[in-house]
Structures are given as structure tokens and as C-alpha cells.
């Protein structure tokens, strides 16, 4: 018998990692990286530790290692939640599991969200830009490797890849768009560069 489970706090911790693994994931992100960022989103959002959301994603629901987790998660993201689910449900009180169920009956078919918002990203040539670049060889065929196991087009995760990292720098972006040539604040852009160097650490795989 499960003594130590997890309290409402914390599910929904683990809830909100999973949930930002997996846009990650879908974005091109390997899932350990996904699930890297996913926990230090999470630890950023409730000021606690990387460490201690690690653990919740880990030690709190049994798993030996990261691994178990991931290997989990990575069943959930091809369609099949089952073990994710009984895991969630083993190390919590019967109280919480419909936190457990409301997500994932949201979330019933991944694959069919994912062509959903994929067609709902779509933008119109109205209401769009093209852009052309140029990547050497071996990162091209990296990219088409990973669109053909992915299941959409390259342009369309070149725009998702490029847009979450947007949704990242947003905040950055507004404060720049606002004074692009405004020098009075040298200590206000210090902290934007510390800031982005933070969100590309967030790409660092889990250690």
C-alpha cells in the first residue's frame, strides 16, 4: 500500500509538466529535453526547485529513474495513456483522480489534437510572410528525418518551432518593440541578455 501520494498541489505540478512536455515534444524537441523544460517551467511558475518538481515527476510516483518516466510519457505521446494514468492514479488519493480524468479526457487522442491545432495554426496567405533560408547538409536531413516521424510538413514545424520560441521572448520582444533605441537602461538590458540566455539553457537536455 502507497502511503506518501501526492497531494492536490502537487498533481497538478505533474499535470503541468506533462502538458508542457508535450508541446515541447510536438514542437521537434527530443523528450528528454521536453521533459527538462517542462520541469524547470514548472519550478519557475511555483517558485520551488528544479529539484523538487524532479522528484515529484520521479521518486513521487514510483519510477527507479528519469528514464521511467519518460518512457511513459513517450507511450502517452504515440496514443496511449494507460501506464502515465496508472501511475497518477496509484500514488493519489481517490479524491484527486478526477483532476487525472479531466486532463486526460481532454486530452483522448494526441494525434488527433495535434493535426487540430496544427490546421487551426495555419495562416492564410493574407495574413502571412514567406522566409527563405539555407542550413548546410547534414542538419537538413536531420529535419526532414524528424518531419517524416513527426507526420506534418516542414514549413509547418519551422513555423511551431519559431513560434514557441517567440512565445519564450515575448516579454523581451514587447520591452524591445517598445524602445528599440533606448540607452538609458543599461542595467534593464543586462537583464534581458541573463534572460535569454536562460531561455536557450532551457534546451539542455535533463541530467
Not at 76 to 104: A, M, Q, W
Not at 175 to 193: G, S, V, Y
Request: charged share 30%; aromatic share 8%; glycine share 2%.
Amino acid at each position: 500500500m502507497i502511503t506518501n501520494k501526492l497531494r492536490s498541489k502537487t498533481v497538478d505540478q505533474v499535470l503541468e509538466v506533462i502538458e508542457i512536455s508535450k508541446r515541447r515534444y510536438f514542437s521537434g524537441l527530443s523528450i528528454t529535453s521536453s521533459i527538462n523544460v517542462g520541469i524547470k517551467e514548472v519550478a519557475r511558475s511555483y517558485q520551488t526547485t528544479y529539484q523538487t518538481i524532479g522528484d515529484a515527476c520521479r521518486k513521487r510516483l514510483g519510477f527507479n529513474d528519469i528514464e521511467e518516466f519518460k518512457d511513459a510519457l513517450l507511450e502517452y505521446f504515440r496514443g496511449n495513456p494507460t501506464k502515465i494514468i496508472s501511475v497518477l492514479k496509484d500514488h493519489t488519493d481517490h479524491e484527486l483522480h478526477h483532476k487525472i480524468n479531466d486532463y486526460f479526457s481532454r486530452r483522448s487522442n494526441i494525434r488527433q489534437i495535434n493535426a487540430h491545432e496544427n490546421k487551426d495554426k495555419n495562416i492564410s496567405r493574407q495574413n502571412s510572410e514567406v522566409f527563405n533560408f539555407r542550413l548546410d547538409s547534414e542538419t537538413s536531413n536531420i529535419l526532414k528525418m524528424l518531419v517524416a516521424y513527426k507526420g506534418i510538413s516542414l514549413s509547418e514545424w519551422v513555423s511551431d518551432a519559431v513560434r514557441i520560441k517567440l512565445d519564450d521572448l515575448k516579454e523581451l520582444l514587447e520591452i524591445f518593440l517598445e524602445n528599440p533605441h533606448d540607452n538609458r537602461h543599461p542595467a534593464a538590458k543586462q537583464d534581458m541578455e541573463k534572460r535569454l540566455i536562460l531561455v536557450n539553457s532551457n534546451s539542455s537536455d535533463y541530467p
